[in-house]
């Protein structure tokens, strides 16, 4: 199973990015695919999570700027961030739980500028 990210890169406080991240190489069911971050220093923590079912979780500090969101037939999930601050910076990890084994993407950095 590979999960592929994209999307991150510099934005200036206020702008707005979106991740994506495509899962391949397995014939199992999706049961959450979701997003966590680690900032230099810092635990990685919840971004924002979403089901097979289509349902979503998000973490106290991105909710209501972040969205998440999926397209089940290209096994691909999405994460609009709007309202970027500063305190966003972070390496930004892809994760899934396939037929109930947990992967994670290698990570793309976002950086957002005050």
């Known amino acids: 199973v590979q999960l592929q990210a994209s999307g991150g890169g510099l934005v200036q406080a206020g702008g707005s990015l979106r991740l994506s991240c495509a899962a391949s190489g397995h014939n199992k069911l999706i049961n959450f695919m979701g997003w966590y971050r680690q900032a230099v220093g810092k635990q990685r923590e919840l971004v924002a999570l979403v089901s097979n079912q289509g349902s979503t979780t998000y973490g106290d500090s991105v909710k209501g700027r972040f969205t998440i969101s999926k397209v089940i037939v290209r096994n691909t999930m999405y994460l609009q961030m709007n309202s970027l601050e500063p305190e966003d910076t972070a390496v930004y990890y892809c994760?899934?739980?396939?037929?109930?084994?947990?992967?994670w993407g290698q990570g793309t950095l976002v950086t957002v500028s005050s």
């Open positions: 994760n899934a739980m396939i037929g109930g084994a947990t992967y």
